[in-house]
């Protein structure tokens, strides 16, 4: 039943630096130093922080650097880009930079840093948020690989997969015991493990068409 279902929901849409008194840098992983430029410090105009380490702290006067914008959320959670996410592992990570960038550790500090740590501590959230959710971790892996869902686009949708939608939504409102819920819930669960192998092999297809796009580059 859910192969036209899972086709159709798919057919719509990739420290605290050591040295700071009372932190413990974090360890990051390859992908995250990739694209090694720093850019200036904006308090005292030194050269700053790799723009993509886990040394959010300018190493010279220590003071916190803006986010980095254009880092996506798997590495910045310290995760490989993939649809299956260790979530223990992310959980930790989240609780690691929190400790790191919460506001409440910059009350005493100037107002641009207040600034920047609300910012990072909003993009940690937000991130956490995404990669926890199987669903937005899998729209936000299509985003990264330019497949997305625009807003309003219900209408697009196979219409057989928005009827199986309804009558599920009514089964769930009718369900009394406990035994209708489960088989609900099978139901789901069976098509949430098609799209995972969907996903999946939309990774190797990705992995395939950086290859050809590296080809195309003239030597």
């Known amino acids: 039943m859910w192969g036209g279902r899972t086709g159709a929901l798919l057919r719509p849409w990739g420290l ?13 992983n390859a992908a995250s130093l990739a694209g090694n430029n720093s850019p200036q410090c904006w ?20 003071a916190l650097q803006p986010p980095d914008l254009s880092r996506d959320y798997f590495s910045l959670m310290d995760c490989n880009r993939a649809f299956g996410v260790d979530t223990a592992k992310l959980q930790n990570r989240y609780q690691q930079l929190q400790r790191l960038v919460h506001p409440d550790f910059f009350s005493q500090r100037s107002q641009t840093e207040k600034d920047f740590s609300e910012k990072h501590a909003t993009l940690v959230n937000d991130a956490y948020k995404t ?17 997305e869902i625009p807003e309003g686009t219900d209408y697009a949708m196979d219409q057989q997969f928005l009827m199986e939608i309804m009558e599920i939504n009514e089964k769930l409102a009718e369900a009394q015991s406990e035994a209708a819920m489960k088989e609900i819930e099978s139901i ?14 939309m990774r190797y297809f990705s992995n395939v068409e950086e290859k050809i796009k590296l080809k195309k580059i003239p030597l």
């Not at 308090?43 to 220590?62: A, E, T, Y």
């Not at 990669?131 to 497949?147: D, E, M, N």
């Not at 789901?188 to 092999?201: N, P, Q, Y």
């Open 16 to 28: 605290w630096p050591a040295g700071v008194r009372g932190r413990r840098p974090l360890g990051c």
């Open 43 to 62: 308090n005292c105009g030194g050269p700053g922080v790799p723009k993509r380490g886990d040394g959010f702290f300018c190493p010279q006067c220590r």
């Open 131 to 147: 990669l926890l959710a199987p669903l937005s971790r899998g729209l936000y892996l299509l985003k990264l690989h330019g497949v």
């Open 188 to 201: 789901v669960r069976d098509d949430f493990e098609k799209a995972k192998e969907i996903l999946t092999k």
